[in-house]
């Protein structure tokens, strides 16, 4: 069975800082990758996603991640965060059918 | 615009009530799923159908039940509420992943408490 890690449960960080996110995942054969945000109050929405072709995916609201194949990972990525990206974001890899998400990151940016 | 609701967005049973909440899409995706969501386990799968009189079981299925009888809708059954299914439940759907890799578009969620 697939599973998908993401390292952090929490990260607070000051506007202007960079973002990191982890996320690893585990299944054998081909997988497609996803990042979701989940604003306060608000339902799952689609930050990016990787299917073949170049590992650097560049999504909405300038964020990236890059797949790395032989670490299986797929690290979310954003130069200089706002508050507005106060949220949790959720890693999720599909691998036949169906979608495996992460436990997810809160994220809290500070003014 | 084409979208995903879910009703009730909030509701409170009772233990052992029977209690089915809906879901409807106007995408006219064939897939559909439903997840339940809690704190420190992310989006867990209950079930999902791939098409009008499919559904399969996902990983957290037990005391769960849905049916599909025709493509907009898929309302997701509490047999016997427990306080273990408390829970925020989003409603999911998707195209047939015959073209590139299918997007799943959520619903706003309902939030069930089980007394």
């Known amino acids: 069975a697939q599973s998908v890690s993401q390292h952090n449960h929490h990260v607070i960080l000051s506007e202007a800082a960079s973002l990191e996110l982890g996320c690893n995942y585990s299944y054998g054969g081909t997988v497609n990758l996803f990042w979701y945000v989940q604003y306060p109050g608000q339902h799952l929405q689609l930050l990016l996603k990787y299917f073949s072709g170049d590992p650097l995916v560049k999504g909405i609201k300038g964020f990236e991640a890059e797949f790395i194949k032989s670490k299986f990972s797929f690290n979310l990525r954003k130069p200089s965060v706002q508050w507005s990206d106060t949220a949790e974001y959720f890693c999720?890899?599909?691998?036949?059918?169906?979608?495996?998400f992460g436990k997810g990151t809160m994220l809290l940016v500070s003014p | 615009d084409a979208e995903i609701t879910q009703s009730p967005r909030h509701k409170i049973t009772e233990t052992g009530r029977q209690v089915t909440l809906a879901c409807h899409q106007t995408w006219n995706h064939n897939n559909m799923f439903w997840y339940r969501q809690d704190l420190g386990h992310g989006l867990r799968l209950i079930h999902y159908s791939y098409g009008v009189h499919d559904t399969n079981k996902g990983e957290v299925s037990d005391g769960y039940s849905v049916s599909r009888s025709n493509t907009e809708d898929l309302p997701l059954t509490l047999e016997s509420a427990a306080s273990s299914q408390t829970s925020v439940y989003f409603c999911a759907s998707s195209e047939s992943g015959l073209i590139g890799v299918p997007e799943q578009f959520f619903g706003p969620g309902t939030r069930l408490t089980v007394l």
């Open positions: 999720a890899a599909l691998g036949y059918s169906t979608l495996t």
